[in-house]
């Protein structure tokens, strides 16, 4: 039976990756200079979404294609060391929403960076949709929607980086590599491993990092940058968040975390600055899973992080709207407010008191 599954499975990829690979090897016999592309990522884009777009922005230039990076909204101040992040249009800007509006008009290929469902950028969704342009869809997210003309899809990668890196040498064009492309990578896969710590942390991606290196990338650099570009207020902020809006259950081996408007108001919080404060939690000896509340304009967004083998994309898509991978999952909760939210979580934890004691006694 094993044998049988696990050649299944065998068959399965083998399909896909045949499947993918026929189809992404005709686009680049389509991708000459003069092309128009416009590239695109997720709301509140990360960086691996500002680094995948900026890295194959800088891949494209090289092959004689101008493309622009249009993202649904603002990147937060870390990321704006990448070379080309000036030059970013954001969607919820009134002047760049002319523009991006007419580039997409025209665009031959959008490019559709670090997500798998066009929802992911909401406001800009439409337009996507609605454009004649290729859409090639370049991502590791769970179950791809079915909007894309080309898929390069693994969600074994780690990051949408690693994919841009193995695309470029599948296409034979590691020369093409550079410090800047390289930095750009270097800085998505650093993140969406969690800097080399969470189980999506493969052999490829040192092998891929190893080659970054050697192409002339800085990593220590690129970890100061991101990392340790810290205003004040945002420490101050992790502070009070961590001193004062974080419980444990021990019973749950759960941390849970939550954010006020008020909160962000008081500490003067920017794009980006609630990013990675959910992963603390984590740090508590036998905690399984940690949940991060943020009380936004419209409505309570929820991050989630577990460790293995615990699946919190499931509990985020059973109870909060929500979903992603396997350790590292969003929802929101689009019934009350952050109070009715809490409840919401007290309620349900109980029914997911045995897989948790489950996994716990793996
Ligand atoms: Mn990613």
């Not at 997409?104 to 066009?118: H, K, M, P, Q």
């Not at 337009?127 to 929607?145: F, G, T």
């Not at 794009?271 to 036998?286: F, H, P, S």
Request: charged residues 20%; negative net charge.
């Amino acid at each position: 039976m094993n044998k049988f599954i696990s050649n299944f499975a065998f068959a399965q990829i083998y399909f896909w990756h045949t499947y993918f690979m026929t189809s992404i090897s005709e686009l680049k016999a389509q991708l000459i200079p003069g092309t128009k592309a416009v590239i695109t990522a997720h709301y509140n884009p990360d960086s691996d979404a500002i680094g995948s777009t900026l890295a194959f922005q800088g891949y494209l230039a090289k092959k004689g294609i101008q493309a622009t990076v249009a993202v649904p909204s603002a990147l937060s101040a870390n990321l704006k060391w990448m070379p080309g992040a000036a030059d970013i249009l954001t969607y919820d800007e009134l002047l760049h929403k002319v523009q991006i509006d007419a580039l997409v008009e025209e665009a031959d290929f959008i490019f559709c960076l670090d997500f798998s469902g066009i929802q992911r950028l909401h406001n800009m969704a439409p337009l996507v949709r609605k454009s004649r342009a290729k859409k090639v869809v370049i991502d590791h997210h769970l179950d791809p929607e079915d909007f894309g003309d080309y898929y390069y899809h693994r969600t074994i990668a780690a990051s949408t980086c690693e994919l841009i890196y193995d695309l470029i040498l599948e296409w034979g064009d590691e020369n093409l590599l550079d410090p800047s492309i390289g930095s750009c990578l270097y800085s998505g896969i650093m993140t969406d491993t969690g800097s080399f710590r969470h189980p999506n942390t493969t052999a490829h991606v040192h092998t891929v990092v190893a080659a970054l290196i050697d192409v002339g990338v800085n990593t220590n650099e690129v970890h100061r940058k991101v990392f340790d570009s810290s205003s004040i207020d945002r420490l101050k902020f992790i502070g009070h968040v961590l001193g004062q809006r974080m419980d444990y259950l021990p019973e749950y081996h759960l941390a849970f975390m939550w954010i006020t408007a008020e909160d962000l108001t008081k500490f003067n919080s920017q794009a980006g600055d609630t990013e990675g404060i959910v992963n603390y939690g984590l740090q508590i000896t036998g905690c399984v899973w940690s949940i991060l509340m943020i009380e936004r304009p419209d409505g309570v967004k929820l991050s989630f992080r577990s460790i293995e083998p615990f699946a919190v994309n499931e509990f985020a898509s059973k109870y909060f709207e929500g979903g992603g991978h396997k350790n590292a999952s969003g929802g929101r909760f689009s019934g009350g407010s952050l109070v009715e939210a809490k409840k919401k979580l007290m309620e349900v934890l109980p029914l997911y008191l045995s897989e948790i004691n489950r996994v716990k006694n793996l």
